[in-house]
């Protein structure tokens, strides 16, 4: 049948319609697009295959996740081995700045987070360094305590031997180049048999505070900090101890005025000791000069 039957056919009362002025019009549109769209076949529609969890990111298991929110995979929300792990909350993102506080579970904020424990404060944001909330003793546990760098002397085997023509003894705080690196250091302390008893390179390495519930911070993570290391917390000081000052009710202590050996080593009989009074480095005895440790952390 030809489209204009089908329109008689459709419209036996065109005439009439057509009488009816502009209403008569508009009823004959209508008709008519009535009419083609049940001439006009339907588009054919494709069905989309969704993606995969993987595909969408959810790579990671519940337990990567630490106390971080558990995002679930929408078509596996009981498996945990498909999850991605949100990030912290906004107050407790990497803000990493000098001052900062490093906590327990790896995260870093700027100010306290009431539901996280504290391990340490950052002083150098470059190698991303942290030092500890407090000293430690000879057993490496958490306290104020005196102590020698060794109870014997050697050359140490694998540490550079810094002079004063390297660090120049005194308060001109000229940048340190010299055996700068603590973590290499404090191993290299620990590996010779010729120091004697390593009392400071040890109480450091032996170190783990309460709160700890990742690897970088466990026993054997934390060092005697180097020379340079000490002279960065000394030009942070105020920063650091302020910090400090608002984790007292973690047990933290401030930096304040004390001697504190260095893992950088001077000669066979000598290592570094910063005093953070005014600011002063000088070699002294290992064998038989007390000093203060705290130890120091990568993160």
Not at 49 to 69: E, I, R, S
Not at 262 to 284: D, I, P, Q, V
Request: glycine share 8%; proline share 5%.
């Amino acid at each position: 049948m030809s489209m204009k039957n089908q329109l008689k056919k459709s419209l036996p009362n065109l005439p009439l319609i057509l009488r009816g002025g502009m209403e008569g019009i508009k009823l004959l549109f209508m008709a008519l697009v009535l009419k083609m769209s049940l001439i006009i076949p339907a588009q054919a529609t494709t069905c989309a295959v969704p993606p995969t969890c993987k595909q969408m990111g959810y790579t990671m298991k519940k337990a990567d996740c630490g106390g971080n929110p558990v995002l679930r995979c929408p078509f596996a929300l009981s498996d945990d081995n498909q999850v991605f792990c949100g990030a912290a909350a906004e107050n407790t993102s990497q803000v990493v700045s000098i001052g900062a506080i490093v906590y327990g579970d790896g995260t870093v904020a700027s100010g306290v987070v009431t539901d996280k424990t504290p391990i340490g404060v950052v002083f150098d944001t470059a190698n991303r360094l942290a030092v500890a909330l407090t000293d430690v003793k000879k057993d490496g546990t958490a306290g104020s305590e005196y102590m020698y760098w060794s109870s014997s002397y050697c050359d140490t085997p694998g540490l550079q031997n810094c002079t004063t023509t390297e660090i120049p003894t005194g308060t001109n705080l000229t940048p340190i180049t010299c055996g700068v690196d603590g973590r290499l250091n404090t191993n290299a302390i620990l590996a010779s048999t010729c120091n004697g008893t390593t009392y400071a390179a040890t109480a450091t390495n032996n170190y783990q505070p309460a709160g700890c519930t990742k690897d970088f911070c466990k026993k054997n993570k934390w060092f005697l900090p180097s020379i340079r290391d000490l002279q960065n917390i000394y030009l942070q000081k105020t920063q650091i101890d302020a910090s400090l000052t608002l984790l007292n009710s973690n047990g933290a202590t401030t930096i304040g005025s004390k001697y504190y050996w260095s893992s950088t080593e001077y000669g066979n009989n000598y290592a570094w000791l910063f005093y953070m009074n005014y600011g002063y480095r000088g070699n002294y005895f290992k064998y038989n000069s007390n000093g203060y440790v705290r130890p120091v952390l990568a993160f």
